[in-house]
């Protein structure tokens, strides 16, 4: 190994890497560059790939592994291994989604690219671009579209068939090219996009196009690949409509039916240009109807990130009132409802009440966070839910509770009044669903 240090430690306790004088490398990549890519694979965690190397594992001889993989990247024999396929199920049990999951270097390498690459393409974003973008998220994205369905009747609820599998390499290393000159960028990204997946049997899948979901560069590339794919193409082509994109997730709002059928026409042509397929049962022109809309027509409801689209029942500044608005989807419902039965709290009668709490409140917390920022009043019924096992916990644990419900629920009254906060749910809701 040559005669630097990766890292040392000062007298604040801050880390740094010392750089030799001179790199004698066809590439010049910065060791401080992989170090910050460290960092940040370091603070996200996430599982290990085919070579089943952990966050920890990979520490365990940290500084060799880090110059492994500056020196390969900086000398161009950097070649990634194949990416671990991991089968998610779809929402709805519609079937599975496969993501990618490269291994804990090959995240730390494609995030160096990342690093050079999202600088020089970040600012020529379109604003309604929301995925995975700095200073943007999913509910910005929700509270735009939430005001945009309020002025335009129209909305085209778009979704493309099989995006990350499907996106034309050639296209993704052209819109590369334009935004950098560095020749080792382009060089990793094709190296990226061809490498194979291994399925869980060990056997290796061949691909001729697309980018897995779950790696570190993917998101750019996606991004990169649809803002001349779509959104300057739309823009151009209708200046008068405005969307919404979440990677491959997007939301075209349009004055008039007539308008919306324009669009799409257009939209699957110009999608068919560049290798992709608008889902023909997926892809759909919806009526945002509501209580001053009062027309009919054969879709009144979309779904975007999570949120159900439709007219409801809102309580506004001056009462209660009928609005086309979002509010959690009646899947992510059902999906949040199997996972608080899968922790089946009722039986946890060795622990406490702090282990129960310890263990929910991080999850309820972030289901609250995002899918509350909007008609919070739709997630209640879970919240009741998790209070109902909650007091079939204390059954269960305290005998004495057993002789009658009256008891129970008044030892429960107490416990929410002493400690109103002790379980994250509380703040909005503290009644149980009937458990009798």
């Not at 750089?19 to 910065?30: G, T, V």
């Not at 939430?146 to 052209?174: E, M, S, Y």
């Not at 959104?231 to 409509?241: G, H, I, K, N, Q």
Request: proline share 5%; glycine share 8%; net charge positive.
């Amino acid at each position: 190994m040559p005669g630097f240090v990766w890292w040392s430690t000062g007298v604040a306790g801050r880390s740094w890497v010392s750089e030799p004088k001179l790199q004698d490398k066809p590439f010049q990549i910065a060791k401080c560059a992989v170090w910050e890519a460290y960092r940040r694979v370091k603070a996200n965690k996430g599982a290990a790939g085919v070579d089943e190397q952990s966050i920890g594992e990979f520490e365990a001889d940290r500084d060799r592994n880090l110059y492994k993989i500056w020196n390969r990247l900086s000398s161009g024999s950097y070649f990634p291994p194949p990416v671990k396929a991991v089968e998610i199920p779809k929402a709805g049990g519609t079937g599975v989604r496969v993501l990618g999951v490269p291994t804990v270097a090959d995240r730390i390498a494609q995030t160096v690219v990342k690093l050079h690459l999202e600088p020089k393409v970040e600012p020529i974003f379109h604003p309604d671009s929301y995925g995975y973008r700095p200073g943007k998220s999913a509910l910005d994205a929700v509270g735009t579209c939430r005001q945009r369905c309020w002025r335009a009747d129209w909305v085209i609820d778009l979704d493309i068939r099989a995006f990350f599998d499907t996106v034309p390499w050639g296209l993704v290393l052209k819109a590369v090219a334009h935004h950098t000159d560095q020749k080792w960028i382009l060089l990793y990204v094709e190296r990226w996009l061809k490498a194979p997946l291994q399925r869980q049997d060990g056997s290796l899948v061949a691909r001729d196009r697309g980018t897995p979901q779950g790696s570190a560069i993917s998101p750019v590339l996606a991004n990169l690949f649809m803002h001349y794919a779509f959104d300057t193409w739309l823009e151009r082509t209708f200046p008068a409509v405005v969307f919404e994109r979440y990677a491959d997730d997007a939301v075209i709002h349009c004055q008039s039916l007539s308008q919306a059928r324009a669009v799409l026409a257009r939209l699957e042509e110009r999608m068919g240009q560049f290798g992709l397929q608008l889902h023909p049962d997926k892809t759909r022109i919806v009526y945002c109807k509501d209580a001053n809309r009062k027309g009919s027509f054969e879709h009144t409801g979309f779904t975007f990130l999570g949120y159900d689209f439709r007219e409801r029942t809102v309580d506004g500044q001056h009462g209660l009132f009928r609005s086309f608005s979002p509010a959690v989807s009646a899947k992510a419902l059902k999906r949040m409802g199997a996972e608080v039965r899968s922790w089946r709290l009722h039986r946890w009668v060795q622990g406490e009440a702090r282990d129960l709490a310890d263990r929910i409140n991080p999850v309820v917390r972030g289901w609250m966070q995002y899918y509350g920022a909007f008609n919070k009043s739709a997630l209640y019924p879970l919240l009741k839910r998790i209070n109902a096992y909650l007091v079939r916990w204390l059954r269960g644990k305290y005998r004495r509770l057993r002789i009658s419900w009256s008891r129970t629920m008044s030892v429960w009254h107490r416990g929410v009044k002493f400690a109103p906060r002790f379980f994250a749910h509380w703040d909005w809701i503290t009644e149980p669903a009937a458990v009798w």
